[in-house]
């Protein structure tokens, strides 16, 4: 029979675990307010980003001044895959499935034999990754916060992986985030930064002809390609680190919950069972109590 003693001290570690992940929902609550204000006011701005760029690409008449970070080279032999994690654990299955995907796209190009390097930015993805693809790692200095990320640090970052990229250190670069949509929903993202992906066909479509922009220029288109897509490299991981932490919060608010409510349930399956126990306990001491008298 399980000792009283041991059981209240159970009972009591289990309720000191309880207020510790009650207490981390709400600061997750707290923090994912603040991340999903950020993400909603860059959204909109990676996403024009990116239809510039695109209208500049269907409309110039002279392929030949894209530079290779727009178009891509003729060869396509290295593949460098950004990924994106978080810092700190206790977020449920998040750092997990982002690995997975890093690995299943290191594992479709390397069977097309394709040549891949991994920069991370995160500590977990970093720590996973370097344990096992520690030959495929690029130290790059990537320990900028997440919760304060400043658009000048991601800039310089982005100077970094086009320096590279002029190179001919890598030829193409996939970069992997998870993409907030609520707090118990993150879709994990696989968005090629090099070459350029022009906007998806049926985005376009979906646009009303009243809301179709037309852009002028000035100076020409290719005078100012070379200045805007290490802009819109910069915008886009930007936009995809403030998503990512967004997501990050929404699925440690959501596993925090679960520990808070999973305690809750263990706190009550305890106290009916040491209830029980306590019972079983006084019914036996009052049998031997009347064992005796009957005995004398």
Partial sequence: MA???????RISSV???????????????????RAQERVESARPYAEKMQRIISSIADNVTS????PPILMGREKDNTHLIIVASSDRGLCGGFNTNIIK???ELMNNLENKGKKVKFLCVGKKGKEQITRFY??????????FSQAKIDFSEISDFTKKITEMFDK???DSCTFIYAKFRSAIQQNIIKQKLIPFTKVDSQEKESVTDKEKEVYDFEP??????????????????FHGLLENYASEQGA???????ATRNASDMIDDLTLFYNRTRQAVITKELIEIISGAEAV
């Avoid at 309720?15 to 307010?33: D, E, F, G, H, P």
């Avoid at 392929?63 to 894209?66: G, H, K, L, S």
């Avoid at 897509?229 to 910069?234: D, F, K, L, R």
């Avoid at 440690?252 to 679960?258: E, I, K, N, Y």
């Fill in 3 to 9: 000792n009283l003693k041991d059981l209240r001290n």
């Fill in 15 to 33: 309720k000191s675990t309880q207020k510790i992940t009650s207490a981390m929902k709400m600061v997750a609550a707290a923090k994912l307010r």
């Fill in 63 to 66: 392929p030949e001044i894209f």
């Fill in 101 to 103: 995907a890093a690995k």
């Fill in 134 to 143: 520690k030959d495929k790692m690029i130290n790059v200095e990537t320990d």
């Fill in 168 to 170: 001919e250190e890598f």
């Fill in 220 to 237: 020409q288109e290719g005078e100012i390609l070379p200045s805007l897509i290490p802009a819109n490299i910069t915008t886009q991981i």
């Fill in 252 to 258: 440690r608010m959501t596993a925090m919950d679960s």
